[in-house]
């Protein structure tokens, strides 16, 4: 264990957090806004599914970790809303399955401790034409059965009082999203990160959370080690590193 302790995040689902420092990607921009703040933990499994994830829960999320994660981010859904295959081999997972799956999945998290907060991400769109043109027709995902699995775990974590971010409908809501947003018709390109990265800041900034868990509100490590190197072109005001906010960390503020 590296020290001293911060505050832990941890990104766990399926391909899309498992990439997601790829392609500048939101996993990689958080890692960068919380650089000197807490760490994030990536636990993120390409090709899994709610299934899988209850598999592996109390090991990635074990109640009796010394340290428990001040913030888990969930992200789990595309995969289940794959069609079912005659052959049995799909991800699919029944609608019905899925939503008690995650329900699991929240009620865990929440036992973890009283200072663990918890955000879920639902599945996202999807540009199908892309997506036959990258895997071929045999791959089973539609936009119309994502937004099925997104309007569940939205009304799931309405009722269990947890913080959902609907990236069904967020995507949408730029005019190019369907050129715009995807490697390949389903993971996300650089642009298709900036809408999570900016979603997922909105609800932490905007959260009633005791600490706030904005990176621009937790406090910097070690800041009064820092040396004074810049001086301001007067001469008269020497400026901290640690308290600088570089220019591409502006939009996140």
């Given amino acids: 264990m590296v020290g001293p302790i911060r505050p832990q995040f941890v990104l766990f689902g399926s391909s ?83 939503v008690e799956n995650m329900k699991k999945i929240a009620i865990h998290l929440k036992s973890l401790s009283e200072k663990t907060r918890i955000i879920f991400l639902t599945a996202p769109a999807v540009n199908e034409a892309q997506i036959t043109q990258a895997f071929g027709n045999g791959l089973g995902r539609s936009n119309g059965s994502c937004r099925k699995y997104s309007e569940a775990c939205v009304q799931l974590c309405k009722e269990l009082g947890v913080k959902v971010i609907d990236l069904w409908t967020a995507l949408q809501q730029r005019d190019d999203w369907l050129t715009a947003c995807f490697t390949d018709g389903i993971h996300l390109s650089s642009e298709g990160s900036e809408i999570v990265v900016k979603e997922i800041l909105k609800v932490i900034k905007e959260a009633e959370w005791e600490p706030n868990l904005h990176w621009s509100s937790l406090p910097t490590e070690f800041p009064e080690i820092s040396p004074y190197i810049f001086v301001d072109p007067k001469g008269e005001t020497a400026v901290k590193v640690s308290e600088m906010v570089h220019e591409w960390q502006t939009p996140w503020q």
């Fill in 16 to 98: 899309i957090v498992q990439f997601s420092y790829s392609h500048q990607g939101w996993g990689a921009t958080l890692a960068d806004l919380y650089s000197r703040k807490a760490d994030i933990l990536l636990r993120g499994y390409a090709g899994w599914n709610s299934r899988c994830a209850l598999q592996v829960l109390d090991e990635v999320f074990p109640k009796d970790a010394a340290v428990q994660p001040s913030l888990a981010i969930v992200y789990f859904g595309g995969n289940d809303s794959l069609e079912p295959h005659p052959s049995g081999l799909s991800a699919h997972v029944p609608l019905p399955e899925y």
